[in-house]
């Protein structure tokens, strides 16, 4: 079906003003970036609905975009005709004909802003109706949830028909909600509490720790690809990567074996909240849960805690882990973040940390190293790189790999 322009509804618009204005013009804005390639689009944000019409552009790989899109909460695809109603009844067939399966129901729903065109609502409804039982054996009118509703659109500008409403992403536009920073592993849980942050209408810039030589190019480069799937949802992130080994050596050899998580733990959160409020970040997203690993016990999370008055923001804490893989495979982040490279974290992490790490103690502990000097030198030692959806960085390293050989 050659369709002439996509409608897209809104989501979430409870709030008026400006706050709705800013959420049309940023939701028209990301529409924008993840369309850009496709040269005829025009899309226009207006205040009931986003047009984006195809000007003859396939409609197929347009809807895949829009899908990922946060803000939206359903859209049609439409066909546009002439005020010509036998053109109306002809197409009217057609799509329904596209969907028809045996033992299907229909309606037809129509809507008239143009009050001088031929025919009323209601005949439009039968008459179009009436075409469609004669032409097609077997299918029946249900007006409460049919399988199939004709949105019949009389215009001042033309006839408008859509037959299907695909959903979209819901969520809030991102960018809508403010910037903050995201502490991301190679692991399950951060791509998805990612994901979930973005969908509240939160820009992430990605921080991740690593620790060369403990781990290696291919474990960066998983993280990269990762954050390649989430920035499909966002149009590009920047990623910062901060060099975390000379602060791991240290705590290794000064704090007591039960600590070195937990302070490690405090030392990466107190970078992040430094990178964020430099960049004016105002939150650092985890992928912690409540109970799933040593760190990730309301204890834990106090003696962490303690090192920022930021706000630490965690989408995961009371999810399961199978509900966690779940949207782990629906954004395609899953198989990556099954793939066996280490972590900065596991490789320092000592068999039995403590589970409830003592406050006092943890402060204490960490008077053993030199806090400051470690912190700088981190800082000091970041790359910040632009990631974009679609790139790969592990295959750019396998080429690098195979040039060697
Ligand atoms: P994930 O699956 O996200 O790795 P996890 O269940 O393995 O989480 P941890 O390894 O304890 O749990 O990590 C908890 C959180 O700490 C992660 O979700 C992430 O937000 C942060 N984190 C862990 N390692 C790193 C790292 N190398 N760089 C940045 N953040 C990290
Ligand atoms: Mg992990």
């Given at each position: 079906m050659q369709y002439s322009e996509i409608m897209v509804r809104y989501g979430e618009l409870s709030t008026k003003g400006k706050n709705r204005k800013d959420f049309i013009r940023v939701l028209g804005r990301n529409v924008r970036r993840s369309l850009h390639e496709f040269e005829d689009l025009e899309i226009h944000a207006q205040h009931d609905r986003l047009h984006v019409e195809l000007n003859g552009t396939d409609s197929t790989p347009v809807i895949e975009r829009l899908k990922?899109?946060?803000?939206?909460?359903n859209f049609s695809p439409v066909v546009k005709l002439e005020k010509d109603f036998d053109a109306v009844k002809d197409m009217a067939l057609k799509m329904i004909r596209a969907q028809f399966e045996p033992g299907m129901t229909f309606k037809i729903n129509t809507k008239r802003?143009?009050?001088?065109?031929?025919?009323?609502t209601n005949e439009i409804n039968d008459k179009l109706g009436g075409h469609i039982l004669t032409n097609i054996p077997g299918i029946q009118v249900k007006m409460k949830h049919p399988d199939i509703t004709l949105r019949v659109e009389v215009r001042l500008n033309g006839i408008f028909l859509s037959s299907e409403t695909i959903p979209g992403a819901g969520g809030l536009p991102v960018g809508t909600g403010g910037k903050a920073a995201m502490m991301i592993s190679?692991?399950?849980d951060s791509p998805v509490a990612a994901y979930l942050g973005m969908k509240r209408g939160v820009k992430l810039d990605m921080v991740h720790f690593f620790s060369p030589p403990y781990t290696s190019e291919q474990a960066l480069a998983k993280t990269k690809d990762l954050t390649s799937k989430v920035a499909g949802f966002a149009g590009s992130i920047q990623f910062i990567q901060v060099p975390f080994t000379k602060v791991q050596e240290e705590i290794k050899e000064k704090v007591p074996e039960g600590y070195l998580m937990t302070i490690q733990r405090r030392m990466m959160l107190r970078i992040t909240a430094a990178i964020a409020a430099s960049r004016g970040d105002k939150g650092v997203f985890t992928g912690e849960s409540l109970?799933?690993?040593?760190?990730?016990?309301l204890e834990s999370m106090m003696a962490i805690n303690d090192v920022t008055t930021m706000p630490v923001l965690r989408p995961l804490v009371s999810m399961d882990k199978t509900e966690i893989i779940k949207i782990a495979e629906q954004i395609d982040t899953y198989e990556l973040s099954i793939l066996p490279f280490e972590d900065c974290c596991t490789i320092f992490t000592p068999p039995a940390p403590k589970t409830r790490p003592d406050l006092e103690k943890t402060r204490n502990f960490e008077k053993l190293i030199d806090v400051d000097t470690l912190m700088a030198e981190a800082i000091n030692g970041i790359t910040v790189t632009e990631i974009k959806p679609g790139e790969n960085y592990m295959n750019q390293q396998e080429d690098v790999f195979a040039e060697l050989l």
């Open positions: 990922g899109v946060f803000g939206i909460e802003q143009d009050h001088r065109f031929e025919f009323d190679g692991g399950i109970g799933q690993v040593a760190s990730q016990t």
